[in-house]
């Protein structure tokens, strides 16, 4: 998530010297609110939230991760989901 060509994640940051100095200046007040925007998407449009699990799933596939591993990473960032 935080490799994507998003104002405030790393993506950007990797993206950003390469751009020209009129639109890192355009995109800079954005920045603050890039990660809060991209989690706002993803929890509250079904859609989007499909979208973007079924890219990642395919990048898996692509890499040959097994479907174990990832079922294993999704329980282990969702340890909190028992509390409720």
């Known amino acids: 998530l935080n490799l994507l060509p998003v104002p405030g994640l790393d993506g950007y940051g990797a993206l950003e010297p390469h751009l020209s100095p009129a639109t890192r200046r355009a995109v800079a007040p954005f920045q603050q609110w890039g990660l809060l925007?991209?989690?706002?998407?993803?929890?509250?449009?079904p859609?989007?939230?499909h979208t973007f699990f079924s890219l990642v799933l395919w990048f898996f596939d692509l890499f040959d991760v097994p479907r174990?591993?990832?079922?294993?990473?999704?329980?282990?960032?969702q340890f909190w989901s028992s509390w409720f």
């Open 37 to 45: 925007v991209l989690m706002m998407l993803l929890l509250a449009s």
């Open 68 to 77: 174990a591993l990832v079922s294993w990473g999704l329980s282990l960032t």
């Open 47 to 49: 859609a989007v939230n």
